[in-house]
């Protein structure tokens, strides 16, 4: 994902701010005005604007954000390859179930190859820590990263099943279970 250019340390923080403030914004109101996040964020329209031009482009920028968020918390050097595995695999869940309204707005305003990039961002991650897990022998070494994937996909379309959040995380862990070595 693109990489902001360097900002003065004052220009930096709008921006932080502004993103902030729209990740929690898009969660529960999705029809909030553009202009408004400036408010929300604590900043003027002037410098909405001079960050992010459009809707979209804020949006772009708090997807990017939580796709980074959560595959920084797989890299944890504290954590076994298993354990990072399983806090991926777990994180993705809480995630989809704590951020309906944000996934939801996003996958409506974020441009289709912004979402590819995430969605790729997502995959090599994984990857990395199933090679990674079936190194260390936490798992086993047949499962393909493409399988995982639809379980994790199956998840963020299911919201609309009256238990979805507690089936979710059932999944997730007869997911992590099935890919336990024997």
């Known amino acids: 994902m693109a990489e902001p250019r ?6 930096r923080r709008n921006r932080e701010a502004i993103v902030a403030a729209a ?8 029809q909030l005005r553009f202009d408004d ?15 992010f031009p459009t809707r979209e482009a804020l949006a772009a920028a708090v997807y990017e954000g939580e796709v980074a968020a959560l595959c920084d918390q797989a890299r944890d050097s504290t954590r076994s390859a298993g354990e990072n595995l399983d806090a991926f ?3 993705f869940v809480e995630y ?4 309906t309204g944000l996934a ?11 979402q590819a990039e995430g969605g790729s ?4 991650t994984l990857a990395d820590l199933l090679v990674r897990a079936a190194a260390d022998g936490a798992i086993r070494d047949d499962v393909a990263v493409g399988a ?3 379980v994790l996909h199956g998840v963020g379309s299911a919201t609309d099943r009256p238990n979805w959040a507690a089936e979710s995380r059932a999944a997730v862990e007869l997911l992590i279970a099935g890919l336990r070595a024997a």
Do not use: S
């Open 89 to 91: 695999l777990r994180g």
């Open 121 to 124: 961002e997502l995959e090599r």
């Open 96 to 99: 989809v179930v704590a951020h």
């Open 37 to 51: 996040f400036a408010a929300l964020a604590g900043v003027g329209v002037g410098t909405l604007y001079r960050h």
């Open 104 to 114: 939801r707005t996003l996958a409506a305003v974020v441009d289709p190859a912004v």
């Open 6 to 11: 360097a900002l003065r340390a004052d220009a």
């Open 23 to 30: 990740r929690t914004a898009f969660d529960h109101d999705e």
């Open 148 to 150: 995982v994937l639809i």
